[in-house]
Protein backbone atom coordinates (compact mmCIF):
# COMPACT_ATOMS: atom_id res chain seq x y z
CA UNK A 1 0.00 0.00 0.00
CA UNK A 2 0.91 3.67 -0.55
CA UNK A 3 1.91 5.61 2.21
CA UNK A 4 0.37 9.21 1.98
CA UNK A 5 1.19 12.58 3.75
CA UNK A 6 -0.74 13.36 7.01
CA UNK A 7 -3.03 15.98 6.45
CA UNK A 8 -2.48 19.37 9.14
CA UNK A 9 -6.56 19.90 10.25
CA UNK A 10 -6.77 23.01 12.24
CA UNK A 11 -9.26 21.94 14.94
CA UNK A 12 -10.55 23.98 17.61
CA UNK A 13 -7.37 26.39 17.41
CA UNK A 14 -4.74 23.72 17.50
CA UNK A 15 -3.24 21.99 14.43
CA UNK A 16 -3.76 17.96 14.01
CA UNK A 17 -1.73 15.45 11.38
CA UNK A 18 -3.91 12.78 10.47
CA UNK A 19 -2.85 10.38 7.83
CA UNK A 20 -5.24 9.63 5.63
CA UNK A 21 -5.36 5.71 6.46
CA UNK A 22 -6.72 6.81 9.85
CA UNK A 23 -9.73 8.28 8.41
CA UNK A 24 -12.80 6.36 8.82
CA UNK A 25 -15.08 8.50 7.00
CA UNK A 26 -16.24 12.26 6.37
CA UNK A 27 -19.46 14.08 6.96
CA UNK A 28 -20.39 17.34 5.88
CA UNK A 29 -22.31 20.15 8.33
CA UNK A 30 -22.80 22.78 6.08
CA UNK A 31 -19.44 25.00 6.02
CA UNK A 32 -18.23 22.51 8.70
CA UNK A 33 -16.43 18.74 8.28
CA UNK A 34 -16.90 15.82 10.86
CA UNK A 35 -13.50 13.67 10.13
CA UNK A 36 -14.53 9.97 11.98
CA UNK A 37 -10.92 8.81 12.56
CA UNK A 38 -9.92 5.53 14.34
CA UNK A 39 -11.44 4.60 17.43
CA UNK A 40 -14.56 6.50 16.34
CA UNK A 41 -12.84 10.12 17.63
CA UNK A 42 -14.29 13.16 15.59
CA UNK A 43 -12.59 15.68 14.51
CA UNK A 44 -14.78 19.18 13.36
CA UNK A 45 -13.00 21.28 10.86
CA UNK A 46 -13.78 24.69 9.69
CA UNK A 47 -13.53 23.20 5.99
CA UNK A 48 -15.97 22.25 3.24
CA UNK A 49 -16.10 18.76 2.57
CA UNK A 50 -15.16 19.19 -0.82
CA UNK A 51 -12.10 21.59 0.32
CA UNK A 52 -11.05 18.00 2.48
CA UNK A 53 -11.68 16.05 -0.57
CA UNK A 54 -9.78 17.35 -2.90
CA UNK A 55 -6.45 16.80 -0.48
CA UNK A 56 -7.41 12.68 0.13
CA UNK A 57 -6.12 10.02 -2.33
CA UNK A 58 -8.75 8.96 -4.57
CA UNK A 59 -7.29 5.61 -4.78
CA UNK A 60 -9.39 5.04 -1.65
CA UNK A 61 -11.83 7.97 -0.67
CA UNK A 62 -14.87 7.77 -2.22
CA UNK A 63 -17.73 10.21 -2.27
CA UNK A 64 -20.96 7.96 -1.37
CA UNK A 65 -23.43 10.93 -1.05
CA UNK A 66 -23.38 14.85 -1.08
CA UNK A 67 -22.63 14.81 2.77
CA UNK A 68 -20.38 11.60 3.11
CA UNK A 69 -16.86 10.57 1.57
CA UNK A 70 -15.96 6.99 2.86
CA UNK A 71 -12.38 5.48 3.49
CA UNK A 72 -12.66 2.29 1.25
CA UNK A 73 -10.09 0.53 3.64
CA UNK A 74 -12.80 0.64 6.46
CA UNK A 75 -15.49 -0.74 3.80
CA UNK A 76 -17.39 -3.77 5.81
CA UNK A 77 -20.58 -4.60 3.51
CA UNK A 78 -22.99 -3.09 1.30
CA UNK A 79 -26.54 -3.94 1.43
CA UNK A 80 -28.02 -3.60 -2.15
CA UNK A 81 -31.15 -3.69 -0.44
CA UNK A 82 -33.81 -0.81 -0.55
CA UNK A 83 -31.47 1.17 2.13
CA UNK A 84 -28.63 1.13 0.25
CA UNK A 85 -26.73 1.75 3.34
CA UNK A 86 -22.79 1.42 3.54
CA UNK A 87 -21.57 -0.29 6.98
CA UNK A 88 -17.96 0.47 7.97
CA UNK A 89 -15.46 -1.69 10.65
CA UNK A 90 -16.35 1.16 12.94
CA UNK A 91 -19.72 -0.04 13.27
CA UNK A 92 -21.10 3.39 11.22
CA UNK A 93 -23.87 2.87 8.80
CA UNK A 94 -23.58 5.52 5.64
CA UNK A 95 -26.34 5.85 3.24
CA UNK A 96 -25.35 5.59 -0.49
CA UNK A 97 -26.76 8.82 -2.67
CA UNK A 98 -28.68 6.76 -5.80
CA UNK A 99 -26.28 9.19 -8.24
CA UNK A 100 -23.25 7.64 -6.27
CA UNK A 101 -24.10 4.29 -6.87
CA UNK A 102 -22.59 3.54 -10.00
CA UNK A 103 -19.04 5.41 -9.30
CA UNK A 104 -18.66 3.20 -5.73
CA UNK A 105 -19.66 0.07 -7.56
CA UNK A 106 -17.40 0.77 -10.56
CA UNK A 107 -14.32 0.28 -7.53
CA UNK A 108 -15.11 -3.70 -6.78
CA UNK A 109 -14.91 -6.31 -9.03
CA UNK A 110 -18.02 -8.43 -8.29
CA UNK A 111 -17.86 -12.45 -8.16
Do not use: W
Not at 57 to 62: A, E, S, T
Amino acid sequence: MTSYPALCLKVEGDYKFVFPSEIVHIHSEGSYSIVTIKENKKLIVSKKLKEIEAQLPPDIFVRVHHSYVINLMYLQSYGKDSSSEIHLTNGDSIKISRRKRPEFMNRFILI
